[in-house]
């Protein structure tokens, strides 16, 4: 079924896309949008092609000769849920970007940027080869600051991209470092090969692979203690928050653990260090949730604290529920960062003490956002709230005392996404704001969006036995008809009891008048979050150090051309001695 | 070859790449800098050609002198060429002046 012209497809449309795009010119802005949704959307339907065709068999194999290994690409299950996920929301924030984007200067370089994200992110998932995969991995993170930075005129766009480039390129490194000792231990680059040997590794070499990756994929994915560089990422267009910071590149390290677990679930305290980097990152990012007042920071920490539900699916053991609340996330995630885009493109502002009230001028975009919001909160029979409850009944299953921090972070979801809502669309409207419904490409994506917010839940019978199809032999998974699902999470006093928080958490909000006292002794807390806990006074430390110790080595660096040819040849003589004292013995 | 003749070009070889270095850093005129870079280079070709003659593979140190030769007129044409330019727009040849990284 699925060969290797489909492989050649998914991932080379958007590429090629992104090379037509850009030598149209910016002068044809409007062949720019036409063919940029050609080619996403011709990516889009040759990913759900590949859909029916997953296997666990390399489909496309590229000799790179004896030092590199072979380039492999395996749409299996997992693979080609992702590839699907990232073709299809990729698809609708181009749609969506031809309202948003028009009139903007440049359109080249953001379209191009874009579809080569799209490329690199589908090649990511589909890799077979470790090389290959931190290849793809380094792309989408260089399209990320790009995008961030695309407004270049702009400093906060600036620092907040090189912030998002420093933070995951420090976890590519410890990709970097846990692929070559996999390389150096097993001979292969294949990621087969070492999920079938892994048990064979020292059991030392085996944890510093297994944390080096759980650092690459914390960084990736903004989880605890890395998660400082998803806020600042918000300076990027609305389409690219949806596409890169919400449905797809944050997700890379979630897929990056889900990939590796079978290799190292037996590794001691790993299983336990991936559960509380997940609960941490669903509380602290709540409460950070709660605290902002840029509709987009909210989101984008309402993004880190679901990011820590699927980690959180992963150290407990629940493999499939993580990716099945991927899904779900990143369609009602793209969804509510769309919305969002919506109402800023409006409103001109995303200062949500300036809102309120635009519920009136903007019907549409408040509708889709509350469905949006609804199934963020886990509200029934939304997708997030099946892909939720799936979760945290993996959670309880494991029988570890932490799902009660997870399940308590569900309250607190219900909690600030309240406060959203009420904030942006209902009230009374705190300033004069510009406000309009959103123009037709828009409605298009978000009601698409909405759609698949209400109904992606159907799909877990399908999608669990693509995943059992493909995956059952290494990671051991399970298929689960819909029937099945529906009785398991009713079945959970889980459930339950995180209706009644999810209850609380709204009650809350309406009823914010009565709690002001109580309001006003949590204070403390509201500044401590609003202040990122520290975490940015931490980074400007780091910061200061390196430019301290960057000043004091500056001596070395005379600029003066003799010095330098010197070191140059120094340098040089130092190499050949050492060569010859180790080659010579 | 005696180990005396050896010893002599060895003596050479450290004399031309040592005056070479020590150009580099105590002249500032560009021109300078690539002559010393020349003279440093000329040691190393001594060095090369000695060094097959010592290891009985004569052949080897000469085609690696003749490489080295190559390259390093390449280096010399584009470092003048360089200077020509740094004049012409700088007005200097002085490479203290020349650095911007200093305050």
């Known amino acids: ?585 | 070859m005696t180990d005396t003749a050896l010893q002599i070009i060895v003596i050479g070889v450290l004399g031309l790449v040592g005056v070479g270095l020590y150009g580099l850093l105590a002249v500032r005129n560009l021109i300078k800098v690539i002559v010393a870079l020349q003279i440093a280079v000329k040691g190393v070709l001594l060095g090369l050609v000695a060094a097959g003659m010592a290891s009985g593979q004569p052949n080897l140190g000469e085609s690696l002198a003749v490489t080295v030769i190559v390259a390093d007129t390449i280096v010399a044409v584009v470092g003048l060429a360089l200077a020509v330019q740094v004049r012409r727009h700088v007005g200097t040849l002085d490479i203290k002046a020349l650095s911007s990284l200093q305050r």
């Open chain 1, 1 to 585: 079924m699925a060969n290797s012209l489909i492989i050649l497809l998914v991932i080379g449309l958007p590429w090629a896309g992104a090379l037509v795009v850009w030598l149209v010119g910016d002068r044809r802005p409007g062949w720019q949008h036409r063919l940029a949704v050609l080619f996403s959307a011709a990516a889009a339907v040759v990913a759900t092609v590949l859909l029916f065709g997953a296997t666990d068999r390399p489909v496309l194999t590229i000799p790179l000769g004896p030092v590199f290994g072979d380039m492999t690409f395996i749409p299996d299950g997992l693979a080609a849920l992702l590839t699907a996920i990232a073709a299809i929301i990729g698809c609708l924030a181009v749609i969506f970007s031809m309202d948003y984007m028009r009139g903007e200067q440049q359109l080249g370089r953001y379209y191009a940027l874009v579809l080569f994200f799209i490329g690199a992110m589908i090649g990511l998932v589909l890799s077979g080869s470790l090389l290959q995969m931190f290849f793809f991995w380094e792309i989408t993170a260089l399209c990320s600051y790009a995008l961030i930075s695309f407004n270049n005129d702009d400093p906060k766009a600036v620092a907040g991209g090189i912030k998002a480039l420093v933070v995951t390129t420090l976890g590519g490194v410890g990709l970097l470092i846990g692929a070559l000792v996999i390389v150096g231990y097993t001979g292969s680059y294949q990621i087969a090969d070492f999920l079938a040997q892994a048990h064979t590794l020292p059991a030392d070499v085996l944890a510093l692979i297994a944390f080096g990756f759980l650092l690459a994929a914390a960084a990736k994915s903004a989880q605890f203690p890395f998660q400082t560089w998803l806020p600042g990422a918000m300076e990027a267009p609305s389409p690219i928050s949806a596409l890169i910071h919400a449905a797809t590149m944050v997700n890379a390290g979630v897929y990056l653990l889900f990939r590796f677990y079978p290799a190292f679930a037996a590794v001691p305290n790993w299983t336990a260090a991936v559960t509380l980097v997940g609960l941490a990152s669903v509380l602290l990012a709540g409460l950070m949730a709660l605290a902002a007042h840029d509709l987009k920071r909210a989101l984008a920490f309402s993004t880190i604290s679901q990011l820590g539900y699927m980690v959180y699916a992963i150290g407990a053991g629940g493999l499939f529920a993580s990716q099945f609340h991927l899904l779900s996330h990143a369609v009602f995630k793209a969804l509510l960062f769309l919305a969002a885009g919506a109402v800023i493109h409006a409103a001109g502002t995303r200062d949500m003490r300036l809102m309120g009230g635009l519920g009136q001028k903007m019907p549409l975009v408040r509708a889709v956002f509350v469905i949006g919001a609804l199934a963020l909160a886990g509200v029934p029979i939304l997708n997030g709230f099946w892909s939720k409850e799936l979760v945290l009944e993996a959670g309880l299953v494991s029988d570890t005392p932490w799902v009660i921090g997870a399940i308590l972070g569900a309250g607190l979801t219900a909690l600030y996404t309240a406060r959203m809502i009420g904030l942006v669309f209902h009230g009374q409207p705190r300033s004069e704001l510009p406000a309009h419904d959103a123009p037709p490409a828009m409605r298009f994506s978000l009601v698409v969006l909405a759609a698949g917010a209400l109904t992606t839940w159907l799909l877990v019978g399908p999608l669990s036995a693509l995943f059992a199809r493909t995956l059952s032999a290494v990671y051991g998974i399970h298929a689960l008809t819909l029937l099945e699902m529906i009785e398991e999470v009713l079945a959970t006093p889980a459930t339950w009891l995180v209706l009644l928080l999810v209850a609380l958490g709204f009650a809350a909000w309406q009823q914010r008048s009565w709690l002001a006292g109580l309001a006003k002794a949590l204070a403390p807390i509201a500044w401590v979050a609003s202040h990122d806990f520290g975490f940015e006074w931490l980074n400007r430390q780091i910061v200061r150090v390196t430019m301290g110790t960057a000043e004091v080595t500056r001596i070395t660096q005379t600029g003066v051309l003799g010095w330098n040819v010197v070191g140059i040849i120094g340098g040089l003589i130092v190499v050949l001695a050492l060569l010859v004292l180790v080659w010579g013995a």
